[in-house]
């Protein structure tokens, strides 16, 4: 089965785009209490500064903005080269002053006190969605060129995860493949997009050779998000299409509401998995289509998230309607 072809791929790049254009600035922030962009507290970004800012978080310290080749900086800094270090990247239309990384940042120094970097690329990404391609393909060297500083200040690559959503994944998967330095440990892909990806190569979108380990958590398939796998490991949340809880596509009044709802379980879900290593056991898949008509019924002991228990494959997993989103024993 084609799960999308060009033609709907061409039709749902313009349909979508044109909606978040329209609909994003009022349903994120009246909706879902987001921070808006014009807030006082601007943690960390400087608004003077580069396209692309990385801004690193610890527990109880001051957000830290981390700027490329300038040592003083870094030594300034309270980076902790024997703590792993999680970079966080949002997706189109965003920054990290929103939930996609505000709330997984607060997850990962809930469990441990990590190294958190948000990188910011709102600048590259505030506009139209094909210049928002370009942009990540910047944004991309950009965050290469982070790592194989960090790796210059001797940050193993074995510490390293990028996690991306939407974008922001493909952002990630093209850092990866740029590297010189080695791999990075892992790459978490949350919902990685589909329009205007769906033909390309792997030298500019995730794949599986863009880290040692790439997981993906599946959530809009062929609306927002990538259907087919991407990962060494592809999880497929309630069939990775629609999500319990969220608006009906069909409902003209609420589609705003309803792409940003489902897009935005892949990080939301993975929030939860930081704090809860067994908040999504799974299920194993053969194909996509079986994931897509939830008839995955081998049972395993993989837990979505919690990379100890992963064995490479197609995985699906139910979810509550809302948080907390993982299913009862």
Sequence with gaps: MDLAGPFAGFITTVTIVATLLYMNGHFRQQKYGLVP??????????????????????????PFNLVLHDQTKFDESR??????????????LSGIREEVFTLNKDAFLKKADYNVIGMDWSALCEFEYLS????????????????????????????????????????????????????VSRIT????????????????????????????VHTYMKILGYAQ?????????????????????YDIWKIGESLHCNHARSYQYFAESILNPKAFRCRRCSSVEEALGENCFEDTDIYMGEPSTY???????RTRNSPPFSPPP
């Design 311 to 317: 064995r490479n494959g197609l995985y699906f997993f």
């Design 37 to 62: 962009n014009n807030t006082e507290d601007n943690g960390g970004l400087d608004p003077n500064g580069p396209d692309v800012q990385f801004i690193l978080y610890k527990r109880n310290s001051s």
């Design 189 to 216: 892909g949350l919902d990685p997009a589909l329009p205007g990806y769906y033909e390309r190569g792997p030298q500019v979108k995730l794949d599986p050779g863009d880290a040692e380990l790439v997981d993906v």
């Design 229 to 249: 796998p991407l990962g060494h490991i592809d999880f497929y949340a309630n069939g990775g299409r629609y999500q319990p809880g969220c608006p009906d596509i």
């Design 132 to 183: 928002a391609m370009r942009g990540a393909q910047i944004a991309s060297q950009y965050l290469a060129e982070m790592i194989e500083w960090l790796v210059m200040q001797d940050v193993s690559l074995t510490d390293i995860h990028l996690i991306g959503h939407s974008l922001g994944a493909h952002v990630a998967g093209m850092a990866g493949s740029k590297l010189t330095s080695g791999k």
């Design 79 to 92: 980076f902790n080269k024997s703590s792993p270090t999680k970079i966080i990247i949002h997706g189109f």
